[in-house]
Antibody
Framework: EVQLVQSGAEMKKPGESLKISCEGS????????IGWVRQMPGKGLEWMGI????????RYGPSFQGQVIISADKSISTAYLHWSSLKASDTAMYYC???????????????WGQGTMVIVSS | DIVMTQSPDSLAVSLGERATINCKSS????????????LAWYQQKPGQSPKLLIY???TRESGVPDRFSGSVSGTDFTLTISSLQAEDVAVYYC?????????FGQGTKLEIK
């Protein structure tokens, strides 16, 4: 079964760093782009960026460029989303999702992780 | 950025009736070399992750019931549910994946009348 399993919920203070993870299984991890999508409380979906684990090529949305870092460790089939200094406005659910087809970009997201809730509060 | 505008924001339809959700892109998402519209539809039920329903504007994802269909006319896209079932209550999003950032519409909340 193809699945993406994300790390658990996090509660952090403003200014702290955080890295959340997304582990892929049931498919060849290096062949499919993986993206991150933000959903703020009660709001819609926002595309943050994507990474190709095969060579770690990345693309960021302008709103997220410089605010987060997307990375991947293909040896353990895991993608990451990293903040160096969290803000209260980073409070949201974060989803990872993989492209439907291998190698190609762009594409639709066919498999989604269960989401990681991040709460940033003093 | 390409702006995706969905209408209506919310919709109430009786069981067994047709539901229609619209999505308009601010520019074409048609790639002329392959004649494909880079447009997907997702369903998000309360407390769940989004689920892919339709890609390339009109291709149904495997396992998605055939009451769901997608169509396109220029930069106007439509998701139609031919006969609403109780389990279709959700928020529906369109997304363009033609140009980064691959923007989503604001969502349409579908309820039972």
């Amino acid at each position: 079964e193809v699945q993406l399993v994300q790390s658990g919920a996090e509660m952090k203070k403003p200014g702290e760093s955080l890295k959340i993870s997304c582990e892929g299984s049931g498919y060849t991890f290096t062949n499919y782009w993986i993206g991150w999508v933000r959903q703020m409380p009660g709001k819609g979906l926002e595309w943050m960026g994507i990474i190709y684990p095969g060579d770690s090529s990345t693309r960021y949305g302008p709103s997220f460029q410089g605010q987060v870092i997307i990375s991947a460790d293909k040896s353990i089939s895991t993608a990451y989303l990293h903040w160096s200094s969290l803000k209260a406005s980073d409070t949201a659910m974060y989803y990872c999702a993989k492209y439907s087809e291998a190698f190609i970009s762009p594409d639709a997201f066919d498999i989604w992780g269960q989401g990681t809730m991040v709460i940033v509060s003093s | 950025d390409i702006v995706m505008t969905q209408s209506p924001d919310s919709l109430a339809v009786s069981l067994g009736e047709r539901a229609t959700i619209n999505c308009k892109s601010s520019q074409s998402v048609l790639y002329s070399s392959n004649n494909k519209n880079y447009l997907a539809w997702y369903q998000q039920k309360p407390g769940q992750s989004p689920k892919l329903l339709i890609y390339w504007a009109s291709t149904r994802e495997s396992g998605v019931p055939d009451r769901f269909s997608g169509s396109v006319s220029g930069t106007d896209f439509t998701l139609t549910i031919s006969s609403l079932q109780a389990e279709d209550v959700a928020v529906y999003y369109c997304q363009q994946y033609y140009l980064t950032p691959y923007t989503f519409g604001q969502g349409t909340k579908l309820e039972i009348k």
